[in-house]
C-alpha cells in the first residue's frame, strides 16, 4: 500500500508541475499571439492546476489509517476526489465553450476583426500535445499498478488535452490560412472534449459511491464461486463496498436448518477461502450471514 501512494503521488505531482508551466505558457502566449483556442487550452490548465491542488489534499487524507469514527479506513477520499476533478473539467468546459461560440459569432457578424495566431502559437501548441501524450501513457500505467480510481481521473482528464491540442493545432493553422473564425471554433472543440470527460468522470465515480458493482462479471464470478462451495443452497443477498481499490463484499446465504453452528462457520469460512483465492488483492473483508434456506433443484 505504500508503495502504491508513493507510485499515485508521484504522478499526481508530475501532473500538477506540468499543469503550472502549461497554464502560465498557454495562457501568455494565447493573449500575446491572439489565438483565444490557446488562450481557452490555457484556461483549461489553469483549472487542471487547481484541482491537482485539491486532489493532493483528498489523496493525503486518504492515506490516513482505520479509526473509530472510520473502521474501514479513509480511502473512499480518492474516489471523491476523482468527483472534485470530474467537477472542475465540468464546469471549465462550460464556460470555454460559451465564450468560444460568443467569439465566432462576433466574427461571423463583423461586430470584431480576425487576427491570425502567432508561430508560437503553433509551437507551444504542438509542445503540449507532445507533453500530454507523455503524461497520458505514464498515468494510464500507473493506474493499471495502483488501481487508484484519482489516477483513472487524471488520466481520462490527460487524454481530453490530447484531443484539446490537437484541436488548437488545427484552428491556428486554418487561422493562419485566412479562416478566422476557426481559431475560437477550436476552442468550442476543446470544450465539447472537456465536457465530455467530465460528465465521464463524474458518472463512474457516482458508480463507486453508490456501492455498484464494478461489473456484471465480477458479481457473476462471485455468486458462481459461493454457490460451488458444499453445502450452500443459495444466495439470498449479495452487495459490496468500494474502499479505495479494495472491495468488501457481504453476502446472506441459504444452508441445511439442520446443520451445527460449526458446520455454517466451515461453510463460510470455505467460501471466503474460496472467493480469497480468486480475488485475493482486490478484497479486504468478506462478510457472510448464514441461515436456514430451501434446498435447491437441479
Do not use: C
Amino acid at each position: 500500500m505504500k508503495n502504491r501512494d508513493q507510485v499515485a503521488s508521484l504522478t499526481v505531482n508530475l501532473g500538477l508541475f506540468s499543469n503550472i508551466l502549461l497554464s502560465i505558457v498557454k495562457t501568455a502566449v494565447g493573449i500575446i499571439g491572439h489565438s483565444p483556442a490557446l488562450l481557452a487550452d490555457g484556461v483549461n490548465s489553469t483549472s487542471d492546476m487547481v484541482y491537482y491542488i485539491a486532489v493532493k489534499i483528498f489523496m493525503h487524507h486518504a492515506q490516513k489509517p482505520a479509526d473509530s469514527e472510520h473502521p474501514y479506513g479513509h480511502r473512499q477520499l480518492e474516489t471523491i476526489s476523482a468527483i472534485v476533478v470530474g467537477a472542475f473539467i465540468l464546469t471549465t468546459g462550460i464556460a470555454i465553450f460559451w465564450e468560444s461560440v460568443n467569439k465566432v459569432y462576433e466574427l461571423a457578424v463583423g461586430s470584431e476583426v480576425g487576427r491570425a495566431a502567432s508561430f508560437w502559437v503553433l509551437v507551444i501548441a504542438l509542445f503540449t500535445f507532445v507533453l500530454k501524450i507523455f503524461l497520458f501513457t505514464l498515468t494510464k500505467a500507473n493506474t493499471k499498478k495502483t488501481g487508484n480510481p484519482t489516477l483513472r481521473a487524471l488520466a481520462n482528464d490527460h487524454f481530453n488535452d490530447i484531443m484539446a491540442s490537437l484541436a488548437v493545432i488545427v484552428g491556428v493553422v486554418l487561422g493562419r490560412m485566412g479562416f478566422y473564425w476557426m481559431d475560437p471554433a477550436a476552442g468550442a472543440v476543446v470544450a465539447i472534449y472537456i465536457i465530455k470527460t467530465g460528465v465521464e468522470i463524474i458518472m463512474e465515480s457516482s458508480g463507486e459511491l453508490m456501492d455498484s458493482f464494478p461489473d456484471e462479471g465480477f458479481k457473476k464470478d462471485v455468486r458462481e464461486i459461493a454457490l460451488g462451495v458444499p453445502g450452500v443452497r443459495d444466495i439470498e443477498e449479495l452487495g459490496v463496498h468500494r474502499f479505495g481499490t479494495y472491495f468488501i463484499i457481504n453476502m446472506t446465504i441459504g444452508v441445511d436448518g439442520q446443520i451445527s453452528v460449526d458446520d455454517g462457520h466451515a461453510i463460510s469460512e470455505n467460501i471466503e477461502a474460496r472467493l480469497l483465492d480468486r480475488f485475493g488483492s482486490e478484497l479486504s473483508k468478506i462478510n457472510i450471514h448464514y441461515h436456514p434456506g430451501a434446498e435447491r433443484h437441479t
